[in-house]
């Protein structure tokens, strides 16, 4: 699976932005899929995840309520949607894929996962 990445961009605070990823092949409904994100310095984290067949979703405590994952399995895409952004928001973003069997309590473990992007900037100004 190969996956492609999109959406970044420059933002002031409280804005929004869709990032979409897009994946090669036919075997994407079959796959969890997640964003992370990384900041200069720190270490990747686990923003967002929806399970294979879109029926489970899983936050990260500081974007819930602000982001929405979502997937389209006919496009072969994950969207990732960020309303109120804020200025610690700012990082590289990717998305990833992990297998069908890791659990929905398992999908901020970026070790599950075996398929990454490129990877898409956002930066948000205060």
């Known amino acids: 699976v190969q996956l492609q990445a999109s959406g970044g961009g420059l933002v002031q605070a409280g804005g929004s932005l869709r990032l979409s990823c897009v994946a090669s092949?036919?075997?994407?409904?079959?796959?969890?899929m997640a964003w992370f994100r990384q900041a200069p310095g720190q270490e990747r984290e686990f923003v967002a995840g929806?399970?294979?067949?879109?029926?489970?979703?899983y936050y990260a405590t500081d974007v819930r309520g602000r982001f929405t994952i979502s997937r389209d399995n006919a496009k072969n895409t994950v969207y990732l949607q960020m309303n109120s952004l804020k200025p610690e928001d700012t990082a590289g973003y990717y998305c990833?894929?992990?297998?069908?069997?890791?659990?929905?309590?398992?999908?901020?473990?970026?070790?599950?996962?075996?398929?990454w992007g490129q990877g898409t900037q956002v930066t948000v100004s205060s």
């Open positions: 990833a894929a992990s297998p069908q069997s890791t659990i929905l309590s398992e999908l901020r473990n970026s070790a599950r996962y075996y398929y």
């Open positions: 092949g036919r075997t994407f409904r079959s796959y969890n």
């Open positions: 929806i399970r294979w067949s879109g029926a489970g979703t």
